[in-house]
């Protein structure tokens, strides 16, 4: 229970402002779906009405509601958890690993697993006992993800990425393994993506209707020969489109290797490389992407936190290979 006094600046403001100025973490939104359940009471008597004009020596007090269960199944899976504290978790998500629930994957998703494994230490995210999810991996990318475990921090972490690392610490950034050598060897990819017209579950870059879109990379290092080339690649986003690095990298030429999705030709590419290679290759089974770092404020400390992952054993096999190769 909070019980605060209306003060003579908050006389004939509007009730749903002026709870959200006395509850930290609370936006006007979240307050507006409090004050309609009957939460919150002005001398006595229970008031449902945002738009209420408070006055001056009122006493408001509130009963914040306990969080509603989530719909998703809390699922005891296994998660490489890199740091964990009151407000956030930070994951190292692996390939294959689904991040939320949809109608077609109910079951077996980072956030069932989080539900699990934070168990009563959710706070809350809008009401409902989940994980707050402020950015994704696709299914196959592995590598670092962060969620929130209160409102605090969901609404922190979602200004944050929505800001894109402008004003803050944020960064986040990948390896991949690509076909070819980009020229030039660090650069800015800049192409709006939207869904593909020839593929509705793809993305595409588009002309019209899509999304701005800024990835940055440079070049690591580069195997290969007269036959094929290769090269690791590090790129950082500045925003956030779905598939963002696989479609920007594939429309320079440089198809992430093992991406079925954008790495167009890349079967008779996989051809040229030396045996061990191509079987490394085959392992490996997925797009050779991961999130290798990611930089946030704590989102209520405000420190700056770095957290990283190494290579997962298929990529850095992959990429053994290719650094023993004298072709």
């Known amino acids: 229970m909070i019980t605060f006094t209306v003060s ?3 006389d004939g403001k509007r009730l749903d402002v002026v709870l959200a100025s006395n509850l930290e973490g609370h936006s006007r939104s979240r307050c507006q779906a409090l004050i309609r359940t009957g939460a919150l009471s002005i001398d006595g008597a229970t008031i449902s009405e945002p738009k209420y ?3 001056q020596e009122q006493q408001l007090c509130f009963i914040e509601p306990a969080p509603l269960d989530a719909d998703p199944e809390p699922q005891d899976i296994p998660l490489d958890v890199l740091f964990e504290d009151d407000q956030i978790i930070v994951i190292n998500k692996p ?20 539900l699990f494994h934070c168990g009563a230490s959710l706070q809350g995210i809008g009401g409902v006992k989940r994980p707050g999810i402020v950015h994704r991996l696709d299914k196959d990318t592995s590598g670092v993800m962060i969620a929130a475990k209160t409102d605090t921090a969901h609404q922190s972490l979602s200004a944050q990425f929505a800001d894109h690392g ?6 986040r950034t990948y390896n991949a393994l ?3 050598v980009p020229d030039p060897e660090v650069g800015r990819i800049e192409a709006d993506i939207g869904r593909s017209l020839k593929n509705r ?25 007269d036959k094929w080339t290769v090269s690791r690649v590090a ?6 489109r779905t598939h963002q690095i696989r479609v920007h990298l594939s429309h320079i030429g440089h198809s992430l290797l093992g991406d079925p999705s954008y790495g167009f030709g890349f079967e008779s590419r996989e051809n040229n490389l030396p045996f061990p290679t191509q079987k490394s290759l085959k392992a490996l089974s997925r797009q050779a992407l991961h999130a290798v770092d990611l930089t946030i404020a704590h989102p209520t400390t405000g420190e700056k936190m770095k957290f990283s992952s190494e290579l997962p054993n298929d990529i850095q096999e992959l990429l053994d290979c290719l650094q023993s190769t004298d072709n």
């Open 95 to 114: 390939a294959g690993m689904v991040v939320h629930p949809a109608v077609s994957v109910e079951r077996d998703t980072l956030v069932n697993a989080l």
């Open 178 to 180: 690509v076909w070819g």
């Open 166 to 171: 402008k004003n803050g610490p944020l960064r």
């Open 201 to 225: 579950t793809r993305q595409a870059i588009v002309e019209k209707n899509g999304r701005h879109a800024v990835t940055h990379y440079r070049v690591l290092e580069a195997f290969g020969g």
């Open 235 to 240: 790129c950082q986003l500045e925003t956030g």
């Open 53 to 55: 004009r408070v006055k």
């Open 8 to 10: 003579a600046e908050e």
